[in-house]
């Protein structure tokens, strides 16, 4: 059974990275083992938001936040009490949390 990944992206992020999310997922992941969705943030606070709903709805495998340190922020937020898999993708401008993870950018 395939694993199901939502993309939370937040569009003005940092510097532009984060609007190739689209075409680096559809030409990278395995989709015999992953289906996926993206959905963008539209507001502040909106991935606070999704991931609150994703999660309440057992909508998905794992999400990953695409944005910087304050999109994933809100993502955590958002999932605070669900057992979760989050992941991270860091196209902010600092990416401090990131950096600090290892995480490469």
Do not use: W
């Not at 969705?37 to 991935?47: F, L, S």
């Amino acid at each position: 059974m395939k694993k199901k990944l939502i993309f939370i992206v937040n569009p003005i992020s940092g510097i532009g990275k984060q609007h190739k999310i689209e075409s680096v997922v559809e030409s990278t992941l395995d989709h015999e083992k992953f289906d996926y969705e993206i959905r963008y943030t539209e507001h502040i606070h909106h991935g606070t938001e999704i991931a609150r709903e994703v999660a309440e709805q057992h909508g998905c495998d794992a999400i990953i936040a695409v944005g910087g340190d304050g999109s994933v922020n809100d993502i955590v937020n958002g999932l605070h009490g669900y057992d979760l898999t989050m992941g991270i993708i860091p196209c902010g401008s600092g990416n401090g949390l990131a950096r600090d993870l290892k995480i490469p950018l």
